[in-house]
């Protein structure tokens, strides 16, 4: 089935591969493992740039490298939401007594992509772009896109979860099917430690 993937990035990094030794995933190699029968024409990897922090000034460089490694792919396109930070008061969860109950905190949050994933997912449907979607995400904020997809465009519409241990029920409720994205799956969906590119030689990240 001509199949067009669509890939939550946060929520598959911190899912999946956050604090694991699989950072550096090829999609394209996870999708072929978990959808043997389906002809993938097009992957969209949805995300947004991220900002040094004091404790991790290196973050950006890697995730330029890594989406450097997600262009080397034959027909992935990346679509980029934004970030907004802000300033809030937060209550804590067990204040010692005579101490502020609440404390100011910098509230940084993901935009766009969840609304990214629903446009395009509906607009690829109504174009007839596909015969099958597949979501990779864990967000049940995508239940109701996959409803319309599934009801009324009349696709199925596959689910792989990034995070098994704790899978959407109204994902699962509403999608095709369900499978797990497993640590032996990643683990064999791994981008060779050197890749090269139109501009030159680049390297997975030390880090990593």
Known sequence: MKTIVYIDGFNLYYGAVKGTPYKWLDVLALCKFLLPKNDIVRIKYFTALVTARP???????????????????PNLEIIYGHFLEHVIMMPLANPAPGAPKHVRVIKTEEKGSDVNIAAHLINDGHKQRYAAAILISN????????????????????VLNPIPAKPSHELRKYAT?????????LAASQFPPTLTDAVGTFHKPPAW
């Open 139 to 158: 967000d049940s904020d995508l239940v109701e896109p996959v409803k319309i997809v599934r009801y009324e465009l009349k696709f199925p519409v596959g």
């Open 55 to 73: 404790t991790d000034p290196d973050q950006p460089n890697r995730q330029q490298v890594y989406l450097r490694a997600l262009r080397t792919l």
């Open 177 to 185: 099917f369900v499978k797990p994205i497993r640590q032996g799956v």
